[in-house]
């Protein structure tokens, strides 16, 4: 008896206490963490869609217990932005949770702005996103303020962009009423939820500008210019702590910054914000090894049943 304690000592002195760090299914999670995590700890791909649990955990950011993380119809191995973006402002009152995914004629992007509990403004639009240019589109908006369960209010719009001309013609769906209009359309365009995504299909490198045009609908609506010229700049690269399930782990990322510049806003309320001259500086950060944004900082509308627009700085969670 003496003599087994003794070599039981000897051996937890010598080889350590025996550790059960295994990856069974080689997928780059260890069992124990697979525990945690509800994944398959023999199957290297739990929800089958392609994409091994590990990477789907560590560098994809997306679900490994869900084929579709997004939601949007497509499989996360064969989707190339698989990633379901929550975003909420600094004030917790607003969420746009955009997607996007393949349709017949072109790209469908859906966003919904959640302006607080039960206000629920949803805009379908069905565009011919070419590499993320605006080209022209149909939408839907709906608005549940009153009754959040039900549409309170419906109405379709759309982009006609007449290539040669560079001339658009709108309709626009508004609170306020149906905007009808033509305008000198700046191409490339943009909408201002797209730029990160328009980024996303760059190759970056240190050094590099991106130069386009964002196009915000909302700015139409209340009379003024409708484009801001945006400059974006890969800065740097730096390594970005997150905090995951399993432990903070560090992820070297590309820091982009953007500038927009706005020619002059006429209206009081946004010139009391941003003075004649409006420029405003906003930050995306995307994986180097994978290209996925993982987080961005930009001004966006808050919109709300009452006249009242204003901006406001949004992080976006994961
Ligand atoms: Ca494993
Ligand atoms: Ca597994
Ligand atoms: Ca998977
Ligand atoms: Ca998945």
Known sequence: MKHRLIWLLLFVLIVGLPTL?????????????????????????????????????????????????????????????????????????????????????????????????????TIDWIAHLREFVLAGAEIEMSRDFIDPAGHDWTAPGYYAIDEESQIAEIVLP???????????????????????????????????????????????????????TVTSEVLAIEMLPIDLKLGRREYDVYVVESVWEHVAFSDPYFRLFFGDTPRMTVRAYFTVDHNVLLRYRTPYFRVTPVKSVGFSDFFVVW
């Open 174 to 228: 508004t609170s306020a009423g149906v905007f009808r209009g033509e305008i000198p359309w700046l191409s490339p365009a943009i909408t201002p939820s797209d730029w990160p995504y328009f980024l996303l299909s760059k190759e970056l490198q240190i050094g590099r500008t991106y130069q386009f045009y964002i196009f915000s609908h909302e700015l139409l609506a209340w009379g003024e210019d409708p484009f801001f």
């Open 21 to 121: 760090a295994t990856d069974s299914d080689g997928d780059g999670l260890e069992d124990s963490d697979e525990v945690v995590l509800l994944t398959d700890p023999s199957n290297p791909d739990s929800d089958g869609d392609g994409l091994g649990d590990g990477v789907e955990y560590f560098e994809l950011f997306t679900d490994p217990l869900s084929a579709d993380s997004d939601g949007d119809g497509v499989l996360d191995g064969d989707d190339p932005f698989p990633q379901s973006l929550d975003y909420r402002d600094l004030y917790d009152v607003t969420t746009v949770s955009p997607s996007l995914h393949e349709e017949e004629g072109g790209q469908k992007l859906v966003q919904q702005v959640v302006v607080k509990v039960g206000d629920v403004i």
